[in-house]
């Protein structure tokens, strides 16, 4: 990219009228007509702010696109200046107030020539800079070579994406897409040039002077590790870091020899947008931390169900069991993104719900594709998702429990699911277990059809991991099973309705378990049957588990826990499972670590609730091991 403006306006204006051109065929195009200009007073804009002040201005509808006039260091520089052009546009806020934002609207007629504007309002003002640090440390970012303008640039005082913009994949002989950078949490910077070991530089800067050329060009460079900051200047939030700072495309001489001062347009945990602005042009960057693999199905698409549907919200959160207020959701109508913000901190499964009523529809005749993305500020140990009939909770497509790491995002999936005839579908979270002060943003929520999109979802990964039940290493049967029924002891809760009745039939016999329940339950955890060992758990240390099960009816929805017998907060899984008449169904779990520490004993926990009545189960083969090194 040359840094002379007069070709880079020569190059906007090209791009411009070859947009013109192309946008309609001969046949199709029949001139400019003035009368046909778009009106900003038709079209409604959207302004979406999420929970770290970034605003998203959207302008629906087909045929037109928008001029984002929005103000720069607290200020527009030019009366009619346009930021951007980019639609959607995520810009953030530093302070908290009221704001106004105009825009113009073009179509291929040209530009309206009046103005709209839309309003929206920031609660908080940034003063803690806690939560943009753990937004971007400890994982490894990249330039994002799927989204345009990942490298842009621009006129001084926009976003730099007005000139020129790459798209995707555009700068793949350059060896830009191999760059790792990465951030830790006191302020440590390390840039990796990849695999190819080079920067990516502009023509016009000097440095490097050995390997110029006449175009953009690469230079070999090594691995290098500084510092950064985010600081205020004004009302803008910048990156910044000392002189000599490698960053994957270095635009300007300044840019390496002085500070690097990186204006952050928009930022998440997965995506971070920033401007390099030296007052005569703006380069743009967008970098991502989100896996390089499958992105969950395409919710933007006209084959997700829940772009359409309408949906209420509910929720149960009850700190102790004890109901509180609700907790607060941002959201936007049309905008399929929610954040969820959880002041006090829960202890158990079910105690922060969150329920989506919705009128979305599937049939038996049908498989579907559904997938979600799930971001938490904090760790959270056991995330339940559970979509199911709005009218039967024991008819349901799948309960899951995952984990979050803070500020991850967990892409949640499940393809090719037999389809089940369901009027009304309920959507439901559960972060029961959260910390204080957790905010919880889930996205891009999408159920489709089995392959609507086109886009295929990675086959689940096989477990590889050696379960031997004879084997020495198998912790379950040399201290529970060889000893008999000396080798633990149980805990019962058989509840139909909710009223406890006798204990259920329990038979052991080398290490084959059956259990009888002759009355019918219909609710999760009303038919609880506790294993409790001697067996001790090791903080950090992975262990495997599996077992096998065999009912004499079919039963949804089976609990398998294996927990501390002190807190049922420190468990290694807290799964469900559909058993089928008849047929064995066979557990296995790898490599699953306590998240709270040591557990001096362990129980496993097993749930029947909603089995038919005069149910047996068999379980057999149970294994509990070190995973294997």
Not at 178 to 203: A, C, H, I, M
Not at 321 to 331: A, R
Request: with cysteine; proline share 5%.
């Amino acid at each position: 990219m040359k840094r002379n403006r007069f070709n880079k306006l020569s190059l906007w204006g090209a791009a411009v009228a070859l947009l013109g051109l192309t946008a309609c065929s001969p046949e199709d195009f029949t001139g400019v007509d003035e009368g046909g200009l778009a009106l900003a007073s038709d079209v409604q804009v959207t302004a979406t702010v999420d929970s770290l002040n970034n605003v998203t201005f959207t302008m629906p509808g087909t045929g037109i696109y928008p001029e984002w006039i929005l103000p720069v260091d607290g200020k527009v520089v030019q009366k009619n200046q346009v930021y951007s052009t980019q639609n959607p546009l995520t810009k953030l806020y530093a302070y908290a107030g009221d704001y106004e934002v105009y825009y113009r609207v073009g179509n291929h007629n040209g530009m309206s020539q009046g103005m709209g504007k839309t309003t929206f309002h920031i609660d908080n003002t940034i003063v803690d800079m806690s939560e943009y640090v753990g937004s971007v440390a400890n994982k490894s970012w990249r330039i994002d070579n799927t989204v345009p303008a990942h490298l842009a640039c621009g006129p001084s005082g926009s976003d730099g994406t007005q000139w020129w913009a790459a798209q995707p994949n555009e700068k793949a002989a350059v060896g830009l897409y191999d760059d790792r950078l990465s951030f830790t949490e006191d302020g440590t910077y390390t840039y990796d040039p990849g695999t190819g070991g080079t920067v990516y530089v502009n023509t016009g800067c000097t440095i490097f002077a050995d390997y110029h050329q006449d175009a953009d060009f690469m230079a070999p460079v090594d691995k290098q590790s500084t510092s950064y900051s985010f600081e205020f200047e004004g009302d803008v939030l910048y990156m910044k870091f000392p002189s000599k700072t490698l960053f994957p495309y270095i635009p300007t001489d300044a840019a390496y020899n002085d500070e690097l001062k990186l204006r952050v347009e928009s930022i998440s945990p997965s995506k971070l947008v920033l401007v390099y602005d030296n007052g005569d042009i703006a380069w743009h960057y967008v970098l991502t931390s989100a896996d390089e693999g499958f992105r969950g199905f395409n919710a933007n698409s006209d084959c997700n169900l829940w772009k359409n549907c309408t949906f209420t919200h509910t929720y149960f959160y009850a700190p102790g069991w004890s109901q509180i207020e609700d907790p607060t959701i941002q959201e936007e109508p049309g905008v399929n993104n929610y954040v969820f913000t959880l002041p006090e901190a829960t202890t158990d499964q079910w105690q922060a719900q969150v329920f989506w009523h919705t009128d979305m529809t599937t049939n038996a005749a049908n498989t579907y594709d559904f997938s979600c993305k799930i971001t938490s500020t904090k760790d959270h140990g056991n995330v339940t998702v559970k979509l199911g009939d709005e009218g039967d909770d024991g008819i349901f497509y799948f309960v899951e429990n995952i984990k979050l790491k803070a500020n991850e995002e967990y892409i949640f999936y499940k393809s090719d699911m037999p389809g089940i005839d369901i009027s009304k579908l309920k959507l439901v979270l559960d972060f029961g277990g959260n910390q204080a002060d957790t905010k919880v943003t889930v996205s891009d929520v999408d159920l489709q059809e089995h392959g609507c999109d086109g886009i295929e979802a990675p086959a689940e990964e096989t477990d590889k991991t050696v379960y031997t039940y004879d084997a020495e290493s198998n912790l379950w049967k040399t201290n529970v099973d060889d000893k008999g029924t000396d080798g633990f002891s149980t805990f019962f809760y058989y509840a139909p309705g909710w009223a406890q009745i006798d204990n259920p039939t329990l038979t052991a016999d080398k290490g084959t378990y059956t259990v009888e329940l002759p009355v019918a339950t219909f609710d999760q955890w009303q038919a609880q049957m506790h294993l409790i060992t001697t067996i001790p758990g090791e903080a950090d240390t992975p262990y495997d588990f599996s077992c096998k099960l065999v009912p004499t009816k079919d039963i949804k929805g089976v609990t398998l826990k294996l927990t501390d017998t002190a807190s049922d907060d420190n468990f290694f899984f807290t799964n469900r499972y559909d058993l089928t008449a008849g047929q064995e169904t066979v557990v296995k779990i790898p490599a699953v670590v306590l998240p709270k520490g040591a557990a001096a004993a362990l129980k496993l926990v097993f749930d029947f609730g909603g089995c038919p009545e005069g149910e047996k189960i068999t379980i057999n083969d149970i294994i509990f091991q070190k995973t294997a090194k």
